[in-house]
C-alpha cells in the first residue's frame, strides 16, 4: 500500500502550488482520502478531506485554507489533487496525503495509510 506525494517546493507570498497524491496497491476500501499538514515545530492538522467512491462528492476544508484551496479527485486513476492558491508564509509545512476507510473524516485517526509527505514552503 503506498501513497506518493508530490508538488512541493518553494513558493512566493501570494504564488500558487498543486500537490498531487497517487494511490496504489490497496487491499481494502476506502472512501477519504485527505490532505494534512505539519508545520516546523507544529502538530499535525487536517488541511482538506474528500469522499472516494461515492456518487457525490463530499469534502471539507480547514478555516485557514477556505477560500484559497481546493481539492479534488479522479477516482479512476487513484489520484487526488490539491490546488492551493494565495499561499502565505504560515502554509509552510511538509503537507501528507492519507487514505481513509470512514469517507472524508476531520479526525487523523481514521487515517489508516499515510504518504511520505512533501514539502511546502512560501517565502519571499
Known amino acids: 500500500v503506498q501513497l506518493q506525494a508530490s508538488g512541493g517546493g518553494l513558493v512566493q507570498p501570494g504564488g500558487s502550488l498543486r500537490l498531487s497524491c497517487v494511490a496504489s496497491?490497496?487491499?481494502?476500501?476506502?472512501?477519504?482520502m485527505g490532505w494534512w499538514r505539519q508545520a516546523p515545530g507544529g502538530e499535525r492538522e487536517r488541511v482538506s478531506c474528500?469522499?472516494?467512491?461515492?456518487?457525490?462528492?463530499?469534502?471539507n476544508y480547514a478555516d485557514s485554507v477556505k477560500g484559497r484551496f481546493t481539492i479534488s479527485r479522479d477516482n479512476a486513476k487513484n489520484t487526488v489533487d490539491l490546488r492551493m492558491n494565495r499561499l502565505q508564509p504560515e502554509d509552510t509545512a511538509v503537507y501528507y496525503c492519507a487514505a481513509s476507510g470512514a469517507g472524508p473524516s476531520t479526525r487523523s485517526l481514521s487515517y489508516d495509510y499515510w504518504g511520505q509527505g512533501t514539502l511546502v514552503t512560501v517565502s519571499s
Open positions: 474528500i469522499s472516494i467512491g461515492y456518487s457525490d462528492v463530499r469534502t
Open positions: 496497491g490497496f487491499t481494502l476500501d476506502y472512501s477519504g
